[in-house]
């Protein structure tokens, strides 16, 4: 990890919302936690059945399409056990990644300029899968300064989770 890198200003403004990103995601597992008991249930609670239809709606969890919401409206059909189970994997590796990250293990980078044509719009960017496969010459965020720094702090929040689940491995993350 270049340490230039680490401790820039803009850096270590990113690094004081990684908490808010731990909050972020502890309230989305508590979502998809309802969903589950929606789906062993024989007759879920009304909050149950919600949490289901929404983390059918915003997981992209196989060839559904997300426009249809009428499909999503009852509590079964939606979305399977384990469809469920890769779900909550996720965000215990995403934990696990912001808490490395917030013990310095893993880096918030600026990221390198010129940006790879491949990466021209992007925000910011991670390796599809480092974290989870221990890649240490890949790993962590890299986030466009130009683009980023002005943003307001909920937006870089979302930024966080959004390539925190592609370091874990989700290559296109609707989260």
Known sequence: MPESKIFSPFIQ??????P??????????????????????QNPNADDRLALSLVSII?????????NVENYN???????????????????????????????????????????????????????????TKDTNNDGIYFVKSRVENKANDFIVDIIIHESSHAVGID???I
């Not at 010129?114 to 719009?121: F, G, I, V, W, Y």
């Open 13 to 18: 403004k990113i690094q004081t919302l990684i």
């Open 20 to 41: 808010i990103a731990q909050t972020w995601r502890t309230a989305a597992e508590k979502v998809v936690e309802s969903a589950e008991r929606a789906l062993s249930s």
């Open 59 to 67: 997981f992209k969890t196989s060839n559904r399409s997300r426009s």
């Open 74 to 132: 009852t509590a079964g059909g939606s979305i399977t056990f384990p469809e469920i189970t890769k779900i909550k994997k996720t965000f215990q590796d995403i934990r696990d990644f912001l808490n490395a990250v917030q013990s310095n293990n893993v880096g918030l980078y600026e990221a390198p300029t010129p940006l790879p044509p491949s990466l021209s719009e992007a925000l910011a960017y991670a390796n599809v899968g480092s974290w989870t």
């Open 172 to 174: 296109h993350a609707l």
